[in-house]
């Protein structure tokens, strides 16, 4: 079993700043990328940022230079740090990895249960 947990997601207002963390535990054997997607109601789950084992980061246009992908290979981790947040962020934020579970496996998509960001006007 795989399991990715996120924390972090609150209610504040335009302008603040929250961080979001994932863990990720379980029978895992290697993590290829790390990232975060949102969905807002209504909308499709969108890329907001994913970082490669070896630090390579993409972020999506609307965020970029606001938000900030980190990673901890050593820990399975990834933190997503949001700054100048806008009401527009408001969304459910879900964890993912792309990770094997043995050296025999390929490589699939897990997600976390979702975190919940909600930005004030």
């Known amino acids: 079993q795989v399991q990715l947990v996120e924390s972090g997601g609150d209610l504040v207002q335009a302008g603040g700043s929250l961080r979001l963390s994932c863990t990720a535990s379980g029978n895992i054997f290697r993590i290829n990328s790390m990232g975060w997607y949102r969905q807002a109601p209504g909308k499709q789950r969108e890329l907001v940022a994913v970082?490669?084992?070896?630090?390579?980061?993409n972020y999506a246009d609307s965020v970029k230079g606001r938000f900030t992908i980190s990673r901890d290979n050593a820990k399975n981790t990834v933190d997503l740090q949001m700054n100048s947040l806008k009401p527009e962020d408001t969304a459910v934020y879900y964890c993912n990895a792309v990770l094997s579970r043995d050296r025999f496996s390929g490589y699939y998509n897990y997600w976390g249960q979702g975190t919940q960001v909600t930005i004030s006007s």
């Open positions: 970082i490669t084992s070896g630090g390579t980061t």
